[in-house]
C-alpha cells in the first residue's frame, strides 16, 4: 500500500469525532456494525452465525454490510463508519506501519488458507507450475493478499511473476472474472463461487489451489480498533463467542447443509454451485476451526508479504493481535 493513501486513512481516523458504541441499551440488543471486505462463500462461517441466531444468542444485533475491498473497508473503520472489519490482516499491518495511537487488533480469525484458484481457459491434465512461464496472468491488486499468497506460491515454484510472466495487474477486483471470460489471459486467480461457475459454463478449469501451496495464514480476520475494544470488551467477547459457534456447526456439517444455511446471502446464486464452492473451501481447510490467530500463522503471513516487497519491518504478533477473548470463546463454546 502507497503511504499516501494509508496517510489518508490515518487522517480520516483523526478527524472523526463520532465513536459507534457497542453499549448495551436497558436490556436491549447490542447493536455492532460490520463491513466484510466482499460477499463471498469464503466467509460461510460469517452467514452461518447470522442465519443461525448464534449473535442473536449472545445478545447481539449485527448489521452487516458489504464493503468492497480492503482499503474501503478499513477507511470505513478508521473512520467509524463500522465498528468490526472482516478484512485480510495485511490491512492491519499496513495501518501499524504507518503509526497509529489507536492500532487495529486482530481478534477472531476466520479463514486460514487463500481463498484463491488457478483458473486456466484449456482443461490441462498433469499440471505443472513450469507451464505457466510465457503465459499472460491475470492476476489480483498489487498489496492485496490474494496477489502476495498467489506470489508467494509462484516464487516457490521458481516462478518470477515479472520476468516469467506477462502478468496483468490493472483490472479492477470486480472485474477480474469478466474480463478473463472475455478472452484476457490464458490463466486466472479466482474466488469460489466464481470458479465453480466457470467450470460449470465451460469456460475455465481449476488446476490449482494457492490456499493449499500458501499454507496456513490469518488470511481474513475481525479487527476492530484497540480504543473499541478497550470500550466495549464484553461486546468482542460476545462476538467472538458467536463465531466460535458458527465455526463449530460449519466443522460438524455437511458442504450441502452449509450451502443451504448461507443461501439467502447468495439470492442470485445456483445451489449446486454454492455447495460445490462450499465443499472445495472445507476439504482443503480454509475455514478456521476456532478464531484464534496463532503465531506460526502470523509469521507465514509476514512472509508471504516480505517476499511480495509489500513489508516495512516484520511486526511482531503480539503488536496487534489479541487472543484473549478467542481463547475463552474456544473454552467456553462447545
Known amino acids: 500500500m502507497k503511504k499516501k493513501f494509508w496517510a489518508v486513512l ?21 447493536k455492532v456494525k460490520v463491513g466484510e471486505v466482499t460477499r463471498s462463500v469464503f466467509y460461510a462461517p460469517e452467514y452461518v452465525a447470522l442465519e443461525k441466531g448464534f449473535f442473536k444468542e449472545e ?41 497509529s495511537d489507536d492500532p487495529v487488533i486482530n481478534f477472531a480469525q476466520l479463514t486460514q488458507t487463500d481463498g484463491t484458484f488457478l483458473v486456466s481457459r484449456n482443461q490441462i491434465d498433469n499440471f505443472d507450475w513450469a507451464q505457466l512461464k510465457g503465459s499472460t496472468f491475470l492476476g489480483q491488486r498489487k498489496g492485496g493478499m490474494p496477489q502476495m499468497a498467489g506470489e508467494f506460491t509462484l516464487k516457490k515454484h521458481g516462478i518470477n511473476p515479472q520476468q516469467d510472466l506477462k502478468l496483468i495487474q490493472n483490472i479492477d477486483f470486480a472485474n477480474i472474472a469478466t474480463a478473463f471470460a472475455s478472452g484476457t489471459g490464458q490463466y486466472v486467480q479466482l474466488f469460489e463461487p466464481q470458479a465453480s461457475i466457470f467450470e460449470k459454463e465451460g469456460k475455465g478449469h481449476v488446476i490449482a489451489s494457492f490456499g493449499v501451496e500458501s499454507g496456513h495464514l490469518p488470511y481474513t480476520v475481525f479487527m476492530t480498533k484497540q480504543s473499541f475494544i478497550s470500550k466495549n470488551k464484553d461486546t468482542v467477547q460476545k462476538f467472538t463467542n458467536a463465531i466460535q459457534k458458527a465455526q463449530i456447526w460449519v466443522q460438524n456439517h455437511t458442504a450441502e447443509q452449509i450451502g443451504d444455511a448461507i443461501l439467502p446471502y447468495f439470492k442470485d446464486a445456483d445451489r449446486d454451485i454454492i455447495i460445490s464452492s462450499v465443499k472445495r473451501y472445507k476439504e482443503q481447510g480454509t475455514y478456521a476451526t476456532d ?42 463454546v462447545q
Open 10 to 30: 490515518m487522517a480520516a481516523a483523526l478527524l472523526s469525532v463520532t465513536l459507534l458504541s457497542g453499549c448495551s441499551n436497558n436490556g436491549q440488543a447490542i
Open 59 to 99: 445478545g447481539l444485533e449485527v448489521d452487516l454490510q458489504t464493503t468492497f475491498g480492503g482499503d474501503k473497508t478499513m477507511t470505513a473503520l478508521l473512520s467509524n463508519q463500522i465498528d468490526v472489519a472482516l478484512v485480510g490482516s495485511e490491512t492491519s499491518i499496513y495501518v501499524y506501519q504507518q503509526g
Open 291 to 332: 478464531p484464534i490467530l496463532d503465531e506460526a500463522e502470523w509469521n507465514n503471513l509476514l512472509d508471504v508479504m516480505d517476499t511480495a516487497g509489500e513489508l516495512k519491518s516484520r511486526v511482531t504478533h503480539d503488536k496487534i493481535v489479541d487472543n484473549s477473548f478467542a481463547e475463552k470463546a474456544k473454552k467456553q
